[in-house]
């Protein structure tokens, strides 16, 4: 079946260190995106990437890092400077048509 | 830049109440409009979407939205809720590259709605 997998579904990292979070698509997507859930916040656009090897800032990149080397793959970097890391992480993809955005099942980031 | 409002942020009905939940969004070119459904636990699931033509869009599980251009609406209704129906609901937008858009997709607050028996 195709879709986005993303793991692990459960992490928790001491504070300093810098985690990373995995995203794969068999979807053969070209766009792809980092989302963080806050409740009562929706979900916020960290990074995104249109095609492999470019990505853009979205609207809370400050403390975070991606790579797009893959078609298949978008992994997040929360690092140190991710003043308060500690979230629900929303990984999707859409083949940039119309036809919509595909999430997968996220991973709850902890700091402690 | 585009951005997405949800004025109720938590919505409680009784089952076989009528539900509509606002959405607003600033954006001057074409957009693609969205309502996703996060039940308790489970991935997002979109509800119905709306790209051109006929502004009441119907999706499943008996939701329905209608868009309203000169409004900057696209609110979503239901005749008569369930207890199912449950969750957090999520507005949002993309503005396609097409028109000038950055194809990203721009979520509201989401509003949690929870229907009683």
């Known amino acids: 079946d195709g879709g986005i997998t993303q793991s692990p579904k459960y992490l928790f990292r001491k504070e300093g260190q810098n985690v990373t979070l995995s995203c794969e698509q068999n979807l053969n997507h070209d766009a792809m995106y980092w989302y963080r859930q806050d409740p009562g916040q929706g979900l916020r656009l960290i990074y995104y990437?249109?095609?492999?090897?470019?990505?853009q800032k979205g609207d809370i990149a400050e403390g975070y890092s991606v790579s797009r080397e893959k078609k298949e793959s978008f992994p997040l970097t929360v690092t140190s400077a991710q003043k308060n890391p500690t979230a629900f992480y929303l990984c999707?993809?859409?083949?940039?048509?119309?036809?919509?955005?595909?999430f997968g099942s996220g991973t709850r980031l902890t700091v402690v | 830049a585009q951005s997405v409002s949800q004025h109720n942020h938590h919505v409680i009905l009784s089952e076989a109440a009528s539900l509509e939940l606002g959405c607003n969004y600033s954006?001057?070119?074409?957009?693609?409009l969205f309502w996703y459904v996060q039940y308790p636990g489970q991935h997002l699931q979109l509800l119905l979407k709306y790209f051109s033509g006929d502004p009441l869009v119907k999706g499943i599980k008996g939701f329905e939205a209608e868009f309203i251009k000169s409004k900057f609406s696209f609110n979503l209704r239901k005749p008569s809720v369930q207890w199912s129906d449950t969750a957090e609901y999520f507005c949002a937008v993309n503005a396609p590259p097409v028109t000038g858009g950055g194809n990203k997709l721009t979520f509201g607050t989401g509003t949690q709605l929870k229907v009683e028996l």
């Open positions: 954006y001057g070119g074409t957009v693609n």
């Open positions: 999707a993809s859409n083949p940039g048509q119309e036809n919509g955005y595909t």
């Open positions: 990437s249109q095609i492999v090897n470019d990505f």
